[in-house]
């Protein structure tokens, strides 16, 4: 997620959504994946995308605090 973090601060969104997804799927337990996907994601206004990986995200942890938040701006923002 270094990777993507670094290219999202330098504009790179395309970039850094394909690093974030690559860090996701190689590790799926990593909640700190789906929270920097899901940034990411809200950054380039993509919200149905980051819905299904906030929602997958709170499918292993289902009281994070910052996954709910991701998926309530997700909802917000498809207007649901």
Excluded: K, W
Aim: overall charge negative.
């Amino acid at each position: 997620t270094m990777l993507g973090q670094i290219l999202r601060t330098l504009g790179r969104y395309d970039e850094a959504l394909a690093a974030f997804r690559q860090a996701n799927e190689c590790n799926p337990r990593d909640i700190e994946g789906y929270i920097s996907y899901a940034r990411g994601l809200r950054m380039t206004q993509n919200a149905q995308t980051m819905l299904a990986v906030a929602t997958a995200g709170l499918e292993i942890a289902p009281d994070h605090p910052t996954l709910q938040l991701l998926a309530s701006e997700a909802y917000f923002a498809l207007g649901q």
